[in-house]
């Protein structure tokens, strides 16, 4: 027998494995070969440390989202061109609606209109409304208040002085709104509440006269500083001693420091304001009401410049001041984004109900009313085709109801927006009702894109020079054809004291004014 066949088979072999896993397991031959590793509790391991990994970033990314949405918010005031347009797009509307009712300002808002002093009275002590006009029945304060509401909307669309402009637009356009408040439409009604809302807003920051003075000092502050350091380096080398450094006033962002104009409103309308609290003109309602929104606003103004003031000691007051401004900035613009959207909601699901807007007639009938026809052959072409009818009452419907949900695809809210400015342009002229279109354009105006805004603020600055130039050409073409002298006179062969045609002239003198180019 061969020693293969001799050797005796280990006890192991018959022997059933343990399940403690630390039993030797041996092969055929016998050569014993180690146990297995636990796979399954390491595979197990590994997968609880992949989901702790992968918790970890998201939560760093949710995290870094977080703080990228909270520094936007409180870093910067956002929207600032759509901001710009609305204010000049509701001041002018309101502006030129004052112009145009100019003539009839006495029967729409005067003291002797269809809506008499002792009904608006009536009124105010029910609703605790604001208006300024119920203070006097005299003549010559109406005049007054009329007139402030027109300046302070034509400083408004200006941008000067945007902070306080913003209250004082809104002092106007309540004082007149609601003295009669069945003079209006829906336009009315749209200036009326944005007018409180860009009062939150920091509306200025563009496209204005502050904007503008803020640029101006800030370049007069970068100039002097390179004057000051290139004065420092010239005495630094030609050995002269250098003074102590004085601290000097830091520059206010209002537009320089000191503030001369901004400090005097501020103390001419606080001493107004309290004049009129003493007087018991403004009614407390509850909270205090007008009463106390308008002391804080001003109380609110002198705590900004008093932080523009020691802005040298501590910048932290003005730091968190520009903090808090910045968030309810951006919450105003989102309420009046807000307000657009539910405007054309409410609108496009109250026409739904409408039989008349369910059969697709609806556009036809306010064609051919008399008070909504300024141009009858128009109102005629337009509803001539019942087609055409029918597609307008449908696609109104649709595109107002649509409208809030197209802001989540800037491509079709772009077509939609520009589809719907068309129509307020169309309203304005086909119904006559300019006003409400030029306040619903504006509305839709906080939605167009800031690359488009800035393409047409360029546009526009372009055709400013352009026409600044030509001006300046015309008037320098006048004054050279002022300095131009007459034709003159061939005595020479008269007289013999000047040469005649064809005798040499003399040089011109270095003073006489020469007109062309010189040989």
């Given at each position: ?10 006890d ?11 039993t030797p ?8 070969v ?21 918790r ?15 520094s936007r ?7 600032p061109?759509?901001?710009?347009v ?7 509307t ?20 269809p ?9 105010i ?9 119920m ?10 208040v ?16 945007t ?23 829906g ?19 563009v ?28 005495e630094?080398?030609e ?26 409103l ?49 910048d932290?007051p ?52 008399d ?10 072409l ?5 087609t ?16 809030p ?21 169309v ?40 026409l600044?130039?030509?001006l ?30 064809g ?15 010189t040989?």
């Amino acid at each position: 027998m061969s020693n293969h066949e001799s050797t005796p088979v280990s006890d192991q072999e018959n022997t059933p494995p343990s399940d403690d896993g630390d039993t030797p397991v041996s092969d055929r031959a016998g050569t014993p070969v180690s146990a297995p590793e636990p796979q399954p509790a390491r595979s197990a391991g590994r997968e609880r440390l992949a989901g702790r990994i992968s918790r970890f970033d998201r939560g760093h990314r949710l995290d870094r989202r977080l703080g990228y949405v909270i520094s936007r918010l409180t870093g910067q005031a956002l929207g600032p061109y759509q901001t710009a347009v609305i204010r000049i797009g509701f001041a002018g509307t309101w502006l030129l609606f004052l112009v145009r009712e100019f003539p009839h300002r006495q029967e729409m808002y005067g003291p002797d209109g269809p809506w008499s002093w002792d009904l608006a009275q009536q009124l105010i002590a029910s609703n605790h409304a604001f208006t300024a006009l119920m203070w006097a029945d005299s003549q010559v304060w109406f005049e007054i208040v009329f007139g402030f509401a027109v300046l302070s909307a034509a400083l408004f669309v200006l941008g000067w002085r945007t902070r306080t402009m913003s209250v004082l637009f809104l002092f106007g356009v309540l004082s007149l709104q609601n003295r009669s408040i069945f003079m209006g439409d829906g336009g009315d009604n749209v200036i009326h509440l944005m007018a409180i809302y860009l009062v939150f807003t920091r509306c200025g920051q563009v496209w204005s006269l502050d904007a503008r003075r803020e640029r101006r000092a800030a370049a007069r502050a970068r100039e002097e500083h390179a004057g000051r350091a290139e004065q420092v380096e010239q005495e630094r080398r030609e050995g002269k001693p250098q003074p102590q450094p004085q601290p000097q006033p830091q520059p206010d962002r209002s537009g320089g420091w000191p503030d001369r104009v901004g400090i005097a409103l501020w103390a001419v309308l606080g001493l107004a304001l309290a004049a009129v609290t003493l007087a018991g003109k403004i009614d407390g309602g509850v909270l205090g009401g007008w009463r106390t929104i308008y002391w804080g606003l001003w109380a609110l103004q002198a705590l900004w410049w008093l932080a523009g003031r020691y802005a040298a000691r501590s910048d932290q007051p003005r730091v968190f001041l520009d903090v808090v401004a910045n968030l309810v900035h951006n919450a105003a613009l989102f309420v009046i984004m807000a307000e657009a959207c539910l405007i054309y909601a409410t609108a496009g699901w109250y026409k739904i109900q409408g039989s008349r807007w369910q059969d697709g007639t609806a556009v036809y009938y306010p064609l051919h009313l008399d008070y909504f026809s300024p141009w009858p052959a128009l109102s005629d072409l337009l509803s001539a085709s019942g087609t055409m009818v029918m597609l307008v009452t449908y696609g109104t419907v649709v595109a107002q109801v649509a409208f809030p949900f197209t802001l989540f695809n800037r491509r079709v809210k772009n077509v939609l927006l520009a589809a719907m400015m068309t129509e307020h342009a169309v309203i304005a002229v086909a119904l006559g009702l300019p006003f409400f279109s030029l306040a619903m354009i504006a509305a839709d105006a906080v939605f167009l894109p800031t690359s488009f805004l800035r393409r047409l603020g360029g546009r526009a600055t372009r055709a400013r020079e352009w026409l600044l130039s030509g001006l300046s050409g015309l008037s320098r073409f006048g004054r050279l054809g002022r300095a131009l002298p007459g034709p003159r006179k061939d005595s020479g062969a008269q007289s013999g004291d000047e040469p005649g045609e064809g005798a040499p002239r003399p040089p011109e003198a270095a003073d006489h004014p020469h007109v062309g180019f010189t040989a």
